[in-house]
């Protein structure tokens, strides 16, 4: 992959470097903050071969990479450097009114944009304290050795001094100074104040500020104190900032902002803040132990969907919450069938699969999803092919009731993959708790396979009049839910004949991802050189969108072909087409089927390349392109063998 191509490709399609105003990025998406939302070109986007997908929620505008976003966040910041955000034509523009975000989307952005800077080395952490406490249960190593000491500081680094963490990526999100908020959360786990608050626990004598009564707390690991007083202190810092002489603004500002919102952290701000907490992991308890197989079952069924639209990030906050107030957390276990129930899903697309590109993008997208990047499957398989995603949501939701049922918990913060079967060893040793998860998971896992191999398969397409208007939508509508399909005739062989006269383009090369994925089923694109589409074989129109600008068509021997003219086409609403039959009539090879004006298309500014597949590929051995780089109507396109 060329990082440095796709970081301009990239930076163009947001609509330039000035029209950033923040990016971030997690496991497997870009995550920008545009001013303008709508310079965005989202299709442009799309149309790029290494961009899985693109969602615009949450208040951020996503683009999603797979597991390559780190190379890429890296290359982007290496050619805007300083300038990302910060230059340009729009500099100090606010967003337009439909880029302003409701109340959850901005708490989801504010969220994701703290956490996801660390997000690698927290998982990371989180895993080397699960493999340290199967160590210790295994009798591996003794929690007196030295070896176990150093490892645990190293996975307990991160975590005891969270507020440090937090208070920098803080201070950036909320645009003040991070190493003024860093300060704060270093105050508020100083050994002095550490000390104050063990010498409070034991009845000693309270202690002042200012003759106020002090309420010690352990702020360590917290992290909804940090993030109140950081927001306190941007907000401060803005407002005094420019009422400051420019010669000693750079040190009396944090001189002031320190001065005061420690104190008020430590009287006011961390007190309310512990308080939420606790009363948030409490609310949380409650609602889990009234049914905790329910809780299991609607978090096993919800979770993928909320990872399309990048609002998983809204329950992160709980997990940490609950394993600050309790020690453990119990959502991560019932999360983790979720995964496991899409992971089942590529996998019994890879059994039933005889498309070589199908079933190598299911194997990579298996190899990702147990590490818990599963936006690989859900975007390239399991989503457009529809059935496979409905059926991984049903296992992860059995998956997730059992796991609630038995009661697992977490003991410290990780991705949900297979590493975090190591993170519900409880302190005390592996019991019955443990078992279950591995139940649960098996049975998502087995769920999720065989009920895609068995039901997942293609289904009835739906009513032309439903057809989505998006560029990709709309063809996957028919596409990947054509007719149901009775199994091609004894005969061994089909020839597909030319349906338009033009240049033969590879699958590959169509500049449309879904296309040339083999997604929607295998074939070849012309390029066409007028504009007529004929039959390519005898038969029937099972399909003839609203638009004329694509075809569905089944032939007498059980083959469904859909012909797609240009790229996008759906947006100019019909009008270059001209439909010579109806659904539903019978054709013969080589009749007349659509005309359409091939520079009206191009007048467009959208591509004449125009698919050619058979949508039930699956039913066949092969399908193999026999023609040469030019075409004629009616001459020999494609062999499918049966």
Known sequence: MDYQSLAKKIIEGVGGKENVSGLVHCATRLRFKLRQPTLADTERLKNLEEVIAVVNSGGQFQVVIGNQVGEVYQAIMAISGDGLGASGTNKGKTETPAAQSTLLARLIDIVSGIFTPFIGVMAASGIMKGLLALAVACGGLSTEGGTYQIWFATSDALFFFFPLFIGYTAGQKFGGSPFITMVIGGALTHPLMIKAFEASQAGQATEHFLGIPIVFINYSSSVIPIILASWVSCTLEKRIRPLLPLAVRSFFTPVICLATVVPLTFLGIGPLATWLSHLLAEGYEVIYRFAPWLAGAALGAVWQICVIFG????????????????????????????????????????????????????????????????????????????????????????????????????????????????????????????????IGNAVAVIIGCLGTYFWGRRTQRPDATSVAEAPVQEAVAYAV??????????????????????????????????????????????????????????????????????????????????????????????????????????????????????????????????????????????????????????????????
């Open 311 to 438: 609002l998983h990030w809204g329950l992160v906050p709980l997990i940490f919450n609950n394993l600050v107030v309790f020690g453990q957390d119990s959502m991560m276990p019932m999360i983790l069938p979720a995964v496991m129930g899409q992971i089942g899903a590529v996998l019994g697309i890879f059994f039933y699969s005889n498309d070589p590109r199908q079933k190598a993008l299911a194997g990579s997208s298996f190899s990702a999803g147990i590490f818990g990047v599963t936006e690989p499957a859900i975007y390239g398989l399991t989503l457009p092919l529809r059935r496979p995603f409905i059926i991984g949501c049903i296992a992860g939701s059995i998956g997730g009731a059992i796991v609630g049922f038995v009661g697992t918990h977490t003991y410290s913060f990780g991705l949900a993959n297979i590493f975090t079967l190591i993170q519900i060893i409880p302190p005390t040793g592996i019991d019955s708790t443990v078992w279950g998860v591995f």
């Open 481 to 642: 839910q054509p007719p149901v399909s009775s199994k091609p005739s004894t005969a061994k062989t089909l020839t597909l004949l030319t349906p338009i006269t033009g240049q033969v383009v590879a699958l590959a090369d169509i500049p449309d991802p879904t296309f040339a994925g083999g997604l929607l089923g295998q074939g070849v694109a012309i390029l066409p050189h007028k504009g007529e589409v004929r039959a390519p074989f005898s038969g029937t129109v099972e399909s003839l969108f609203l638009t004329k600008h694509a075809l569905g068509l089944r032939s007498e021997q059980g083959v469904d072909v859909l012909i797609h003219i240009g790229i996008d086409t759906v947006k100019l609403a019909g009008e270059p087409f001209t439909a010579h039959v109806a659904e539903g009539d019978h054709i013969t090879e080589g009749e007349l089927l659509l005309t359409f004006d091939c520079q009206a298309i191009t007048d467009a500014g959208l591509s004449l390349i125009s698919p050619v597949l058979v949508t039930n590929s699956d039913d066949f051995s092969a399908v193999e392109c026999i023609a040469a780089s030019e075409v004629t109507e009616q001459q020999p396109l494609l062999i499918i063998t049966a």
